[in-house]
Every structure is written in C-alpha cells, then in structure tokens.
C-alpha cells in the first residue's frame, strides 16, 4: 500500500476496524478525564506494503510500537515511536537492500463531539471511532514524509558503469573503458601497423652512386 496523501489516509481514520488488530488501539479505559494516561508497547503486524513506490515497510513485517497515549480536553494525543524494517531498490545501482525506519509519532485524535472534530475538515485531524485510534493512517503519512523519493543501499553507492552496466561496487577502482572518437573509427585498424613499425630500411644510408 502506497503511502497516501493526508487526504486519503485521514479519511480512512474514520472507517470502523476492530480494536486490538494490528494499528488499531482500543482507549475506553483511558475515559475522558484529561490528565489519564497508559503506556503501550505493541508488536504489530503489517497487513499490507507502507510506503513509497522504490521502499517500503513490506507485507507481513513486524512493527514495534512504543507509544504514550493520554486523554485530552479535545481528544485523545498519541505520542512515542513506531519502528519497522524497510526493504527498497537501490536508486544508483538498482540492487534490493534493506533497512529499518523509526518514526517519532506525535498526534490527536479528536473525540467525535469535541469542538476540534466539529471546527475541522476531515483531512485535517485524525478523528476516534467507537473508542478506537486507528494509527495505521498516521504510519502511513508519516512514512510518506520520512521515506527518501531516491532511496540509496548506502550514501556513497557508486551507482553503475554508464557504459557496460555493471555495479561499480564490484567491479573494482581499475574498472574503465577506452572511449574511441567514431570519427576516427576507421582508422583503429591501422593503428597497429602503423605505431612503431617503421622498415628495415628506415634510417640506413643512401647507397653510394659514385
């Protein structure tokens, strides 16, 4: 699954999914009383790809959850890390790598009667539904914004040899190719005969006509 645009992702926020499977967070017994808090450590599993187009967090991995989660006045605000493995395809040489991404959450999720939810479009805040924080939508912007468009195996990748295609990773600091002008081409084949080839001949003294 791509990440989405806020538009799209937020929106989803608001679909019903059932408490306690993998993002979804069930807070009643937080109850509505600002100040209440409980600590949450999760390991979930990802339903479907998060990410962008050349890395991503794949299908099925697990994500750790580390959060805070606390009533307030307006809503409930989820605070702590989310961390995950990332697998992507080198933008250089194009080779499969893998990595992990943490992402620092810090997000309110409205009550469905709060003056914020009432006052708010709904792609401009996260909302609660049936008591539930749903955070797969915000894992999803937050990776859409954390994730590199051009995703690199490791900083100072080399990318590949423009002329023959090959890692240059492996191909060794030696690696090159002779580049021939085409407007000399034809006379490649010459250049052996003519470099250093002079006669027997050459340089002997002019025979004696007297």
């Known amino acids: 699954m791509p990440a989405g645009s ?3 992702s937020r929106s989803h926020a608001a679909q019903r999914r059932e408490p306690d499977a993998a993002f979804v967070l069930d807070v009643r017994s937080l109850g509505r009383r600002p100040g209440t808090m409980k600590e949450l450590r999760r390991t979930a599993v990802a339903a479907d790809r998060l990410g ?3 890395i991503a967090v794949p299908e099925g991995a697990e994500v750790e959850l580390d959060l805070r989660l ?4 307006e809503g409930v605000l989820v605070t702590g890390t989310v961390t995950a493995p990332t697998a992507g395809e080198c933008s250089r040489c194009l080779e499969p790598f893998t ?3 943490e992402l620092y959450l810090t997000e309110l999720f409205a009550y469905p009667d709060s003056a914020t939810e009432q006052t708010t479009e709904d792609d401009e805040v996260y909302r609660l539904v049936d008591d539930t924080v749903d955070l797969e939508p915000v894992i999803i912007d937050q ?3 954390e994730l590199p468009l051009q995703p690199l195996c490791t900083p100072d990748c080399a990318g590949l040899c423009p002329e023959c ?3 240059m990773a492996i191909a060794g600091s030696d690696h090159g190719h002779e580049i021939l002008d085409p407007r000399w081409a034809g006379l490649a ?3 052996p005969e003519s470099s250093g080839s002079a006669g027997p001949d050459t340089g002997a003294a002019e025979p004696d006509h007297q």
């Open 70 to 73: 606390q009533a307030v006045s």
């Open 143 to 145: 990776l859409g914004l």
């Open 165 to 167: 295609g090959v890692r």
């Open 189 to 191: 084949k010459f250049a």
């Open 99 to 101: 990595d992990s991404q």
């Open 52 to 54: 962008l187009e050349m």
């Open 6 to 8: 806020g538009s799209t």
